[in-house]
């Protein structure tokens, strides 16, 4: 129950960033929202891509965990951020490094982390306009 209700507000969270992202993006005009929206989909297409290496590391973390295999549980995390580094990094480096982040904390039970983390840092550049 504990880890249901901080992933709802970690959910809740970062669909108030997207909202707030949209509507500031709307008050500059019909540009400006066409541009946010272009951004928004290529931002979300890519972070997909470093979702998978978070959804993989995840389920062998949690394996990992359970059987108190903590060489292991290094191990693949290690090897997931390598992984990551040389495939999404280039195109999206602190919204790939959350992704797999949430997926090493998943694995490891530690929603208490997913629920205060955000990843919605390009809203700072809506505001800089």
Do not use: H
């Not at 290496?53 to 973390?61: H, K």
């Not at 999206?92 to 982390?113: H, W």
């Amino acid at each position: 129950m504990r880890g249901g209700f901080l992933l709802l507000m970690r959910v809740t969270a970062v669909t108030s960033c997207v909202t707030l992202a949209t509507s500031l993006a709307a008050l500059k005009g019909p540009t400006s929202m066409a541009a946010f929206q272009v951004c928004l989909q290529i931002w979300l297409a890519v972070s997909l891509l470093a979702d998978d290496l978070a959804v993989a590391g995840q389920a062998i973390l949690a394996g990992a965990f359970a059987n108190k295999d903590y060489e292991k549980a290094k191990a693949t995390a290690s090897r997931v951020l390598q992984v990551l580094c040389n495939f999404v990094a280039a195109t999206q480096p602190l919204n790939a490094l959350a992704f797999v982040f949430d997926g090493i904390n998943f694995g490891a039970s530690d929603f208490a982390y997913s629920a205060i983390s955000l990843d919605c840092n390009w809203i700072g550049t809506l505001e800089a306009d």
